[in-house]
């Protein structure tokens, strides 16, 4: 079945970075975007922006531009990289396939950054 | 961008009871050539990502039990529960992927009475 997996929880210091991996499968990565959405805890689904799986470019929403980078093996791995991480990156973060609307999701990155 | 506000922010429901939650956009999102309202609807319990529930405003996605169904066009929309279940108790958010940035409503939460 159509499944995206995840990376595990992070824990990381103000200043470093992170890298979340979003494995797809039961389908071909490159025939869809995908989209990547942060859930800060006990708040809403905020969108940060998608990749084009095939041809790798990415379209990041207001907000998320400078220090969030998307990128695609164009296998079946999609990744979010985020630098100079600050306390307010604290955040669950989802991939979820495009389709228009977005399915399946991805189980979730927690993220957290503290000293 | 569009702003999607949902209403109420809560909601109680008596198990078997229909549940109503209503989503406003603050521009149309019926595409003419198509006739469809790029609306969906996600049901997101504690702990676990957002399950999509139904697309095209009304479109129910496989597997999603019948009692759930959504209706409305242009900026106004409807997730309808016919019968509550314990099982239904979560979080619900509309989302419109008319344009980007594709923007969600700020969630209801639904729980038993």
């Not at chain 2, 529930?53 to 129910?60: D, Q, V």
Request: glycine letters at 8%.
């Amino acid at each position: 079945q159509v499944q995206l997996v995840q990376s595990g929880s992070e824990l990381k210091k103000p200043g470093a970075s992170v890298k979340v991996s979003c494995k797809a499968s039961g389908y071909t990565l490159t025939d869809y975007a995908m989209n990547w959405v942060r859930q800060v805890p006990g708040q809403g689904l905020e969108w940060m922006g998608w990749i084009n799986t095939k041809s790798g470019n990415p379209t990041y929403a207001q907000g998320f531009t400078g220090r969030f980078v998307f990128s695609s093996d164009s296998v079946n791995t999609t990744y979010l990289q985020i630098t100079s991480l600050k306390a307010e990156d604290t955040a669950v973060y989802y991939c979820a396939r495009d389709r228009g609307y977005f399915d399946p999701w991805g189980q979730g990155t927690l993220v957290i950054v503290s000293s | 961008d569009i702003v999607m506000t949902q209403s109420p922010d809560s909601l109680a429901v008596s198990l078997g009871e229909r549940a109503t939650i209503n989503c406003k956009s603050s521009q149309n999102i019926l595409y003419s050539s198509n006739n469809k309202n790029y609306l969906a609807w996600y049901q997101q319990k504690p702990g676990q990502p957002p399950k999509l529930l139904t697309y095209w405003s009304s479109t129910r996605e496989s597997g999603v039990p019948d009692r759930f169904s959504g209706s409305g066009s242009g900026t106004d929309f409807t997730l309808t529960i016919s019968s509550l279940q314990t099982e239904d108790v979560a979080v619900y958010y509309c989302q419109q992927y008319y344009t980007s940035p594709h923007t969600f409503g700020q969630g209801t939460k639904l729980e038993v009475k």
